[in-house]
Every structure is written in structure tokens, then in C-alpha cells.
């Protein structure tokens, strides 16, 4: 991470969602879920967002970054992310069968990004191997890249995913939608400091059933918090918030009694209203609660990611 004499800044957060909201008893009527609309209302889910049929991923993530456009003045690096790997991919399956040349599997999105926002010049690279911790992944990447090449000076973060038509949108007893989210992390000053993170993978529970995903939810996110904790030389009564991803809330409950931490400082704003949007999740609840005025200045905010893989990523941030 940068240093104190080096710090990196996040700032400028962009959001988009599906065009289409939906509730949750809608959608178990279209046959998209698999508990009862009843029960992941009591899990603290309303309604979610999916994607017109036409909607490609890649116009999430331009949906998502046209809302920062005027703040992207110097960037020097881009990463886009996906949780699914098909989402990372805008080429013809068709065309490659037709013709046997790999050129059309390879239209990548983030090439589409740098030139639709004029952003030649800038460094590319693609994450889509880490599920819904991709867009933490993606955030610790650029600090690196701007670590290690301060020159660059700024880096834009985007996730944008996408479930396929006919696929099923929840996971894990958990209502998905579809969207993007982004962020931009500078060498110079910003609202928010990262101050810490951290990451662990698990690859032997690749294919986790959703049971096992959620009891070694709990477990590793409480490693990964304390061993993040450590990293920072901090401890939990240094956190003022805990902004996760939307997940149950009875899994929050549980956490909570593990860590010992209040659970009105689990902040999920945007949880009923968006439900779990893939890798964006920590970005949305964090832009709505800048955009409340939720946060003050010196407050510290843990940020905590799983996915499947099985993986997990932390990112620690005061507000400057």
C-alpha cells in the first residue's frame, strides 16, 4: 500500500444498474430465484435491477463512468473487472465458430473504455478471475501499478457485470443484480486515504456448495478482517464503520456477535433496494453514504468482499 509519506486516494465513485427493477416477488414469478419471495424479504432484500436482453455489460460500465466523466483528466491507468469471465469478453462466439479466428474472442471491454472516454495513453489491464471480490482486486491492483509507477498519477476502477438471459439471480440465498461501479485512486490528496488491505483465496472450495460458501463466509471474513486489522496496525475499535457487501442480514448478525462490533455501525444503504450487485456492492453503499454526508471526516471504514473461488478481499479507508 502507499506509504504514509506516499499515500493513495479513492475517490470520484460511479454507479449504474439494470434498467429493469424488479421485486422479489416479480421475479420468483419469472422463475429467477429459488427461495421464497417472503423469505428474502426477511433477509433484508426488496427489489433488484436487471438488464434489458439487448444491454451488454460493457454498457454498464460506460453508463457507470459517464457520471465522472469531467474527473478523469490524467489517467494514467485503467482496470476494468469482472466477477464473470464471459462479462470480460465482447467478441462474436459465432463468427469465431465460422471462422476459426481467435480475433473474435478477443474484443475486450477495457479497450472499448479507454477510447470511448479519450483515455489514450493509458496503461490497460483486466481482472476476471476473482468473482465478486474483483472490483477490491481491481482497487488493490492500480494502488500497486501507482505505487510502484507514481508517475502515472491516476487510475480509474471499474466493474461491470451482467448475468446471462435465463440465468437465475440469486446466490447463495443472496437477490443479485446486474451493474457496474467505479472509483478513481490518485497520488494526490482525495476524500478518501487507503489505509490498509488485505486478501486470501481459498482455491480447494472452488465449487463450494451455498451452504458451505456461507458457514466458510463467516470464518474467513473474520480472519480477513483481523489479519487486514494487523497489516494496518489497527484494531477494530479504530473502525468507525463497516460498509460490506449486501448480503442476508442474519449473516451480518451472526459476524457481528463474532467480531464483537456494534451492528448498527454495518452500514448497507442501498441493500433493499439493489440487493447484491455482484462485485459493486461495497462501492454503491459507500457512494450513498457520501452522498448522505454519512461520513466525517477521520472516520475510518472497513470494507470487506467474498466471492466465489473461493476468495475474499479488505480494503481499509479514512476520510480525509
Given at each position: 500500500?502507499?506509504?504514509?509519506?506516499?499515500?493513495?486516494?479513492?475517490?470520484h465513485?460511479?454507479?449504474?444498474?439494470?434498467?429493469?427493477?424488479?421485486?422479489?416477488?416479480?421475479?420468483?414469478?419469472?422463475?429467477?430465484?429459488?427461495?421464497?419471495?417472503e423469505?428474502?424479504?426477511?433477509?433484508?432484500?426488496?427489489?433488484?435491477?436487471?438488464?434489458?436482453?439487448?444491454?451488454?455489460?460493457?454498457?454498464?460500465?460506460?453508463?457507470?463512468?459517464?457520471?465522472?466523466?469531467?474527473?478523469?483528466?490524467?489517467?494514467?491507468?485503467?482496470?476494468?473487472?469482472?466477477?464473470?469471465?464471459?462479462?470480460?469478453?465482447?467478441?462474436?462466439?459465432?463468427?469465431?465458430?465460422?471462422?476459426?479466428?481467435?480475433?473474435?474472442?478477443?474484443?475486450?471491454?477495457?479497450?472499448?473504455?479507454?477510447?470511448?472516454?479519450?483515455?489514450?495513453?493509458?496503461?490497460?489491464?483486466?481482472?476476471?478471475?476473482?468473482?465478486?471480490?474483483?472490483?477490491?482486486?481491481?482497487?488493490?491492483?492500480?494502488?500497486?501499478?501507482?505505487?510502484?509507477?507514481?508517475?502515472?498519477?491516476?487510475?480509474?476502477?471499474?466493474?461491470?457485470?451482467?448475468?446471462?438471459?435465463?440465468?437465475?439471480?440469486?446466490?447463495?440465498?443472496?437477490?443479485?443484480?446486474?451493474?457496474?461501479?467505479?472509483?478513481?485512486?490518485?497520488?494526490?490528496?482525495?476524500?478518501?486515504?487507503?489505509?490498509?488491505?488485505?486478501?486470501?483465496?481459498?482455491?480447494?472450495?472452488?465449487?463450494?456448495?451455498?451452504?458451505?460458501t456461507?458457514?466458510?463466509?463467516?470464518?474467513?471474513?473474520?480472519?480477513?478482517i483481523?489479519?487486514?486489522?494487523?497489516?494496518?496496525?489497527l484494531?477494530?475499535?479504530?473502525?468507525?464503520?463497516?460498509?460490506?457487501?449486501?448480503?442476508?442480514?442474519?449473516?451480518?448478525?451472526?459476524?457481528?456477535?463474532?467480531?464483537?462490533?456494534?451492528?448498527?455501525?454495518?452500514?448497507?444503504?442501498?441493500?433493499?433496494?439493489?440487493?447484491?450487485m455482484?462485485?459493486?456492492?461495497?462501492?454503491?453503499?459507500?457512494k450513498?453514504?457520501?452522498?448522505?454526508?454519512?461520513?466525517?471526516?477521520?472516520?475510518?471504514?472497513?470494507l470487506?468482499m467474498?466471492?466465489?473461488?473461493?476468495?475474499?478481499?479488505?480494503?481499509?479507508?479514512?476520510?480525509?
Amino acid at each position: 500500500m502507499g506509504t504514509a509519506a506516499n499515500p493513495i486516494y479513492l475517490d470520484h465513485l460511479c454507479v449504474a444498474v439494470g434498467e429493469l427493477a424488479s421485486t422479489v416477488e416479480e421475479s420468483a414469478a419469472r422463475g429467477r430465484l429459488l427461495s421464497r419471495p417472503e423469505a428474502l424479504r426477511e433477509a433484508g432484500f426488496e427489489r433488484h435491477h436487471i438488464c434489458a436482453a439487448a444491454t451488454t455489460p460493457y454498457e454498464l460500465a460506460r453508463a457507470a463512468v459517464e457520471e465522472i466523466r469531467p474527473r478523469l483528466s490524467g489517467i494514467g491507468a485503467l482496470v476494468y473487472a469482472t466477477s464473470l469471465p464471459c462479462n470480460g469478453n465482447l467478441g462474436d462466439p459465432a463468427r469465431f465458430a465460422a471462422t476459426g479466428d481467435v480475433k473474435y474472442l478477443m474484443d475486450f471491454p477495457v479497450s472499448h473504455l479507454q477510447a470511448d472516454f479519450d483515455l489514450e495513453g493509458a496503461l490497460v489491464l483486466g481482472v476476471n478471475q476473482l468473482a465478486c471480490t474483483s472490483l477490491l482486486g481491481a482497487i488493490r491492483l492500480a494502488r500497486m501499478v501507482l505505487t510502484a509507477e507514481p508517475g502515472l498519477g491516476r487510475a480509474l476502477c471499474v466493474t461491470a457485470d451482467r448475468f446471462p438471459e435465463g440465468a437465475l439471480h440469486e446466490q447463495a440465498y443472496n437477490l443479485i443484480s446486474d451493474g457496474a461501479a467505479g472509483c478513481v485512486l490518485s497520488v494526490a490528496p482525495g476524500r478518501l486515504r487507503i489505509v490498509g488491505e488485505h486478501a486470501i483465496t481459498n482455491g480447494a472450495m472452488a465449487f463450494a456448495s451455498d451452504d458451505e460458501t456461507i458457514g466458510a463466509y463467516l470464518s474467513y471474513t473474520h480472519r480477513l478482517i483481523r489479519e487486514a486489522l494487523e497489516r494496518a496496525k489497527l484494531g477494530l475499535g479504530d473502525i468507525h464503520w463497516i460498509v460490506p457487501q449486501n448480503l442476508n442480514r442474519v449473516t451480518w448478525q451472526v459476524m457481528c456477535s463474532l467480531l464483537r462490533f456494534d451492528r448498527e455501525r454495518v452500514l448497507s444503504p442501498t441493500m433493499a433496494e439493489v440487493g447484491h450487485m455482484i462485485s459493486g456492492d461495497n462501492i454503491l453503499n459507500l457512494k450513498a453514504l457520501l452522498d448522505d454526508g454519512r461520513i466525517a471526516p477521520g472516520e475510518r471504514l472497513l470494507l470487506p468482499m467474498a466471492g466465489y473461488g473461493l476468495n475474499w478481499h479488505c480494503l481499509i479507508l479514512e476520510a480525509e
